[in-house]
């Protein structure tokens, strides 16, 4: 079964802020975690926070933050795409 991934609200909103290439690096993690679930261990600067949230550099300046919100339905939800100096972590 695959993991639905869904986008904070305000997460949302800023994705059309963010460059190209950064926006379709960030499709390619959300189609990774779809088909394979929310640890990427695959992705260079992956790791699992404390929190229990997950993160990844996107590139150098930009970090993507998921977090599962049900695991037994399979659920993920992306809480923050944006500066790696403004992350949530």
Not at 24 to 46: C, F, H, K, M, Q
Not at 59 to 76: L, T
């Amino acid at each position: 079964m695959e993991w639905t991934v869904r986008f904070h609200k305000k997460t949302a909103k800023n994705l059309k802020k963010l460059p190209k290439k950064v926006q379709d690096t960030l499709a390619e993690l959300v189609n990774d975690i779809i088909s394979s679930g929310p640890t990427r261990g695959d992705w260079p600067n992956y790791s699992k926070l404390a929190n229990g949230s997950h993160h990844c550099h996107l590139n150098y300046s930009y970090v993507a933050v998921w977090v599962v919100v049900n695991n037994e339905i399979k659920i993920v939800e992306v809480t923050y795409v944006g500066s790696r100096e403004n992350a949530p972590y």
